[in-house]
């Protein structure tokens, strides 16, 4: 019994469950904020659009069943907010590693091309040194 708890401290303690767990914590109160936006903010403007209708009233009776047909639309709208908010964060995401990967490239490839021009230049260099220590032969012309 004791190995299990002590194998269950360990997942618990993983990086991958407690990054879930903060995302999952962080997803909650994002999503009760989105709610707030659309029922406290948006909902009225809308409501004032359509001639103060309150989506919440909305509700269709058929039998004893209640159809609630604008806490359906208010729903919907959430999700659209919510949506667009993941949206527009994953696509400033994707545009910051884009930009990271770009100076990451712009870095790598000057320091390739020094060590290129270095490489170079030792090889230059070897091979003077190499011909002034080699004796030079000079050809008299025959007479």
Known sequence: ?????????????????????????????????????????????????????????????????????????????VFIFTALAVFLMIKGMNAANRLHAKDTDEDTSSDTLVDTELSVLLEIRDQLAAQKEAPTQIKQPEE
């Open 1 to 77: 019994m004791k190995n299990f708890f002590s194998e269950f401290r360990d997942f618990i303690m993983r990086g991958n469950v407690m990054d879930l767990a903060v995302a999952f914590i962080m997803g909650a109160a994002f999503t009760t904020v989105v709610k707030s936006v659309v029922d406290d903010l948006m909902m009225p403007l809308i409501g004032i659009i359509t001639n103060s209708i309150s989506f919440t009233t909305i509700v269709w009776h058929i039998g004893p069943a209640q159809i609630k047909v604008g806490a359906f639309i208010s729903a919907l709208i």
